[in-house]
């Protein structure tokens, strides 16, 4: 069995879960401004933001939990780490997640930077005013779409996904 993330791709979480653990070791705290994969090459692009200071806010660094019993897939926090559980047991602690971290689990776009990075291209005539909707602005909006913090971060079956797109065609 193969599992994904369900919005992410693995290789840039562990790319941005990499430099978030080794930025915290030396003081600092960095968060992508984006990222950007093609699986043609394959080719992983990530910007970061580094900032001096540890992480104060870790709701976007911390495990997730996938249950083999039901395939609920969560997001855990440091303090729940001690007490995982799935819904689909009936014991308080079940035996069934496999735990995964720690990683990144926040968006992997800045919504308003991407926002600027498009009013710029705008700014400079690559995208708009008659061109169509080029590729440039295409990634762009699809970055702004993905960098929603409500958008779920965990595992998913591959077979899952494609039973899903089969039902989806
Ligand atoms: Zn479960």
Redesign the pocket.
Known sequence: MLLLPMVTHPVVTALISGAVREASVLGYNVAPLFSYYSYHGPVFRVMLQLNRGKLVDDRYYGFISY??????SDTISWDKLGQIS????DSKV?S??VVSGPLWTGPLHDAAYVTEMLNLAEQWGWVGSGKGTTNLEKLLKQMVDESDPRLPFGYIKLDEVLLQNCFHK
């Open positions: 249950c083999h019993q039901c395939g609920n799935c819904s689909c047991s079940s069934s997640p």
